[in-house]
């Protein structure tokens, strides 16, 4: 049973919908360059207007801190959007007023307006009472589409569905349903790939994870800690030095958790972090004091996707190496592609998130063969902490 309402459980009917969406598209020269996210956005739009609600969507465009910037304003992505959306998209020049409340006035049954950046105005990111009360008092309906800010404790996301009955959008949805199945009711055994540069930034994620999930692959710079941490010589490598006690932590917690962690055996070396830098594989144990590790070797990418295949769910975090720089993409691809066969094969249910880790994937020529894919990045890693993202705990609560 779902935790939270969706939009199937509404009565939509001449109803006016606040929709917060993620419309934080790349621009080129004022024109929005790749429209992927309002492609994505347009699923919920489509929805509530053949329903017959009145569409207004609300969302941040990048961070103009409280200001009116020009730069930042959305109304070339209102114009992109009319043309995904095939039908007219008003726009109204300010979220809440008298200009918001003209637009959004004028809206009929299945009609679709944008309002301008809510981060022009400050109470947005500060969770103003007063602020989201404006802006309820637009509609009759809020539907939260965008779970890339929900980690984020804003008017837009918070505070305003305290106010009004409050849904997932289909994206929402579709993003709290895969990582549902990956951490919250998963099937077991679960693996979780966890890489990337430093511990430092995922302590708290491997803290979540040691607890949760049966076999922790850790992989990339942060791996080198771990290696370190146990008395091995890593030369030149990016390692935390003093991280190491908080690797030994998370150690002891796994072997308490009966969580089995897997660390790289062999690894790529290389002299120089560049392109085309003459590369060797070594044994993880002897690695010269002069190289540093830059990818985990072949003999670690044969045993995990071997291991994988027992499993029948897998969370992946961050890069196995420093994938930007062939060949050191090498083991993150084989990883990749192993778990993307086995998905395909149904044996194995696969999602991965954050914001390395789609670009490795798309390196890998595989994001759309795992199960889910998260374009979130912060809000990923948040729910990978197993933290309660305050724009999701109140849909829950709704
Ligand atoms: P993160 O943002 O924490 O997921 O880290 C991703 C970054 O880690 C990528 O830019 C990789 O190049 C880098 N990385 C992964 N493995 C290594 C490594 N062995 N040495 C240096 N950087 C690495």
């Excluded at 969406?21 to 429209?35: E, T």
């Excluded at 984020?152 to 549902?180: F, K, N, V, W, Y």
Aim: net charge negative; hydrophobic share 50%; charged share 25%.
């Amino acid at each position: 049973m779902r935790q939270f309402k969706t939009i199937d459980d509404l009565d939509l009917a001449g109803k006016t919908v606040l929709v917060r969406c993620d419309l934080n598209v790349p621009m080129k020269d004022g024109a929005v360059s790749d429209a992927t996210r309002l492609e994505r956005s347009a699923l919920t739009l489509n929805d509530l207007a053949a329903a017959g609600a009145r569409v207004c969507v609300l969302s941040h465009f990048g961070r103009p801190k409280g200001q009116r910037v020009p730069e930042m304003s959305l109304k070339p992505v209102a114009e992109a959007f009319a043309e995904v959306l095939g039908r007219p998209v008003a726009f109204a020049a300010d979220c809440v007023g008298p200009e918001a409340e003209a637009v959004v006035g004028g809206l009929k049954d299945g009609d679709v307006c944008v309002l301008e950046n809510l981060r022009f105005h400050a109470e947005e990111e500060k969770n103003d009472a007063d602020f989201a009360a404006k802006l309820a008092a637009l509609g009759d309906i809020y539907v939260n589409d965008a779970f890339s800010v929900s980690h984020r404790a804003h008017a837009s996301t918070e505070a305003i569905a305290r106010i009004l009955p409050a849904a997932a959008g289909r994206l929402m949805q579709a993003e709290l349903d895969a990582l549902a199945q990956a951490l919250e009711a998963p099937e077991h055994p679960v693996a979780a790939v966890v890489g990337g540069a430093k511990v430092s930034t995922k302590m708290e994620v491997l803290g979540n994870l040691v607890a949760k999930v049966d076999l922790l692959i850790i992989g990339g710079g942060m791996a080198n800690t771990f290696l370190h941490a146990q008395g091995i010589n890593v030369g030149k490598s990016l390692c935390e030095h003093d991280m190491a006690d908080a690797a030994k932590d998370i150690l002891a917690r796994a072997e308490a958790a009966g969580c089995e962690v897997a660390l790289p055996v062999d690894a790529v070396i290389a002299r120089e972090f560049k392109e085309g830098a003459p590369s060797d594989v070594v044994d993880a144990r002897a690695v010269p004091d002069d190289a540093m590790i830059l990818d985990a070797g072949p003999v670690t990418v044969k045993h995990l996707a071997e291991r994988l295949k027992d499993c029948r769910t897998l969370v992946w975090n961050g890069p196995l190496g420093a994938f930007e720089i062939k060949p050191f993409d090498d083991a993150t691809n084989e990883l990749a592609l192993a778990a993307a066969a086995l998905t395909q094969a149904g044996t194995l249910t696969s999602v991965a998130g954050g914001g390395d880790t789609v670009a490795a994937l798309v390196n890998a020529g595989v994001h759309t063969e795992f199960s889910y894919v998260s374009a979130a990045g912060g809000a990923f890693l948040e729910w990978l902490e197993g933290k309660d993202l305050p724009g999701v705990a109140i849909l829950r609560a709704a």
